[in-house]
């Protein structure tokens, strides 16, 4: 993976890439996260986008070597993400990263993403935690069978094996990236995000990732909320398909 991550950067040398980390109270995490960010991604530029943290995030982002954008006050994931989009299109990135700033997915995953980006192979590259034999053993049993049912319902929609439709890891294209820095969802923009992909015509597919537990903070969604969450978004992606696809 090594030489084909170099020999891709090599052949794409004026492609510019922005990975977006999207960060709430993550000061614990967040350095060691851009750290790495920069040691598996040379070239490619940081960019934190601190959604309202009440903690030092902002500050060890920016001294960690990455540029941050502040929101005012917590606007959730999905505000906070297309935050990235839109700062992404109108600097004139080729490719974006995503990745959470939590620390659970690891900045060598996004060499593999970016290498099926930069090939021209897809749109949207998702990482799945469930694309290994053993899957996350990190997911609670409650939280997995509500990722399994979701997942099924977007294959369903899209067409395709979806199998982990809440990843917090992905890579978008130029033409992706338009179309998320437009409208992107704010609720749950990880699965409502692939439904519109899906019917804008966008390219799409997953690769295998890793998922290390937290050593610091706690997830915005707890265990007993996880039921809840799946009922709420599949609602909202039946909402999303009564509306007219966006152009990408």
Known sequence: MDEEFRSTMDNCADTRTLLIVPALNESANIGRVLVDARRCLPGVDLLVIDDGS??????????????????????????????????????????????????????????????????????VVTGTRFGAHEGDRSVSPGRRVGIVLLAGLLSL???QRISDPTSGQAGFSRRAVRLFAREY????????????????????????????????GRSSIGQLDGVYYMIKVTLAIFINLLRPPQPH
């Open 54 to 123: 009440c903690d030092g995030t902002a500050a060890v982002a920016r001294s960690a070597g990455a540029m941050v954008l502040s929101l005012p006050y917590n606007l959730g994931i999905g505000a906070a993400v297309q935050t990235g989009f839109a700062f992404a299109d109108r600097h004139g990135y080729d490719c974006v990263l995503r990745s959470d700033g939590d620390g659970q997915h690891g900045a060598w995953d996004l060499r593999r993403l970016l290498v099926a980006l930069q090939t021209g192979d897809c749109d």
């Open 157 to 159: 929609i899209t067409g």
């Open 185 to 216: 969802p704010h609720d749950y923009p990880e699965p409502e995000g692939l439904v519109q992909a899906h019917r804008a015509g966008l390219r799409m597919r997953e690769l295998p990732v890793t998922m290390r537990p937290r050593r610091a």
